[in-house]
Every structure is written in structure tokens, then in C-alpha cells.
């Protein structure tokens, strides 16, 4: 089942100034995608302002608010939330959930897409369960990943109560 939110105009706010930050970070440190990803600085900076965006509305939902944006620079191999948890999200509600093949397996990754400032919460997943070859998928070519439909994903109400379990949440 789908979570449909909608993002306060604060919090649009305070995540264009985390993902600002994070580009001008990788422009400033020569950081490459590492999945062969080429656009332009402007289309760059859109990305990492919507992933910001993705990151603040899972951690509102899970109620992991104080935890969102510890990591103010972009770092490979960092995780967006506590438990484990990456954030992904693409620029359409339509999108599927992309992993890369190089991803950790061990980690919570959630579906979130966000248009504008709706913010649709699609599902999470293990690494590990789904990082199969049925999956992997090269749509533009040279860019292989696995590419998740929504609907094999967990509800997003089984992760708010598995890290409430865990004690995450305030």
C-alpha cells in the first residue's frame, strides 16, 4: 500500500539546503557516480535536492527525524537512516526501486518518489532479497542495476513498526 504525503514547504526548504550542500560537496571533492550516470550540474543538483527530499519524508514517517541528514556530505557506502536504511528517489511516481549491483546487501532499501512536493512511500526491501539475477535489468545500457517493481516490496508500515521494535524511534 502506497503512503502518500505531502512535504511542508520548511521541510522543502531545509532539504534543497542538504542537497545543495551535497552537490556543491561532490563537485568540490570530484565525486563520480559510481553507476556511470551522466547529466548535467544542474540535473545533478535536482538529484541530490530529491534525495534529500526522500530521505526527510521517510524519516518523518518512521519518526526518525532527529536521525535525517547526520551525514551532511555525500559518502559512499553511508546509509541515509538508522537501522540500515538507503533511501532511493527517482522523479517519478512510476519509477521502480534501483539498486546497484554494488550495493550492500544487508541493507533496508525504501522506495520513495517524489514529484513536485508529493512524496509517495512505495515499500522497502533487503538488499538481500532481491539482489537477484531475475532483477538486473540495462535499460540504457552500461548502467546494469536491479530494478525492483513496487509491488515486490514490503509495506512501509512493517518498517515503521520493525525499527519502533528496535527502539530508533523518539
Given amino acids: 500500500m502506497i503512503v502518500k504525503l505531502k512535504l511542508a514547504p520548511q ?3 531545509r532539504a534543497a ?13 570530484d565525486l563520480r557516480k559510481r553507476n556511470n550516470y551522466q547529466a548535467s550540474d544542474e540535473q545533478k543538483l535536482i538529484n541530490d535536492i530529491r534525495g534529500a527530499i526522500g530521505e526527510l519524508v521517510v524519516a518523518q514517517y518512521l519518526n526518525l527525524e532527529h536521525h535525517v541528514f547526520a551525514i551532511p556530505e555525500r559518502l559512499v557506502g553511508s ?3 538508522p537501522p540500515n536504511i538507503d533511501v532511493k ?10 539498486i546497484f549491483l554494488d550495493d550492500d546487501p544487508n541493507k533496508i532499501f525504501v522506495l520513495a518518489t517524489c514529484v513536485e ?3 509517495w512511500l512505495h515499500g522497502w ?3 538481500h532479497q532481491v539482489m537477484k539475477d531475475h532483477f538486473i535489468k540495462d535499460p540504457v545500457g552500461g548502467r546494469p542495476a536491479y530494478f525492483v517493481d513496487s509491488h ?3 509495506p512501509m508500515q512493517l518498517l515503521k513498526d520493525f525499527v519502533a521494535d528496535l527502539g530508533y524511534t523518539k
Fill in 11 to 13: 521541510d522543502y526548504e
Fill in 17 to 29: 539546503a542538504v542537497g545543495t550542500n551535497r552537490r556543491m560537496h561532490g563537485k568540490a571533492n
Fill in 79 to 81: 546509509v541515509d537512516l
Fill in 89 to 98: 528517489c527517482p522523479c517519478a511516481h512510476n519509477r521502480r526501486l534501483i
Fill in 117 to 119: 512536493k508529493d512524496v
Fill in 125 to 127: 526491501t533487503y538488499g
Fill in 152 to 154: 515486490a516490496l514490503q
